[in-house]
Nanobody
Framework: QAQLVESGGGSVQAGGSLRLSCAASGYTYKYNNLYMGWFRQAPGKEREGVAV????????DYADSVKGRFTISSHNAKSTVYLNLNSLKPEDTAIYYC??????????????????WGQGTQVTASS
């Protein structure tokens, strides 16, 4: 059974850093899931795209709100995608989700275009 499992969330002071991991299992990681994305959802807000990576070409893209602070990367041998969160702000507080299996030709920023989701991990940055 295909699944994604996130880890690495936690609570830090504003300006701090965290590293999230998303481990994929149960399917051919590299070729069936070309694009892997990270999303976040704060209380009362819609789920928003944070970053995406093409696991073959290493192409990446980011939401404007996190550019220069967050970095997405992948380790294909480990079937794992990472999200490094630096210079965290209180507004970064949310549940962070990993997603895979993007519908070809569709925008990565739209959550409904991804088929497989992890359970989420909480990130809290306090001022």
């Amino acid at each position: 059974q295909a699944q994604l499992v996130e880890s690495g969330g936690g609570s830090v002071q504003a300006g701090g850093s965290l590293r999230l991991s998303c481990a994929a299992s149960g399917y051919t990681y590299k070729y069936n899931n070309l694009y892997m994305g990270w999303f976040r959802q704060a209380p009362g807000k819609e789920r928003e795209g944070v970053a995406v990576i093409n696991t073959v070409t290493d192409f990446t893209d980011y939401a404007d709100s996190v550019k220069g602070r967050f970095t997405i990367s992948s380790h294909n041998a480990k079937s794992t995608v990472y999200l490094n969160l630096n210079s965290l702000k209180p507004e970064d507080t949310a549940i962070y989700y990993c997603a895979s299996d993007l519908t070809p030709g569709r925008s990565w920023k739209e959550p409904t275009n991804f088929r497989l989701w992890g359970q989420g991990t909480q990130v809290t940055a306090s001022s």
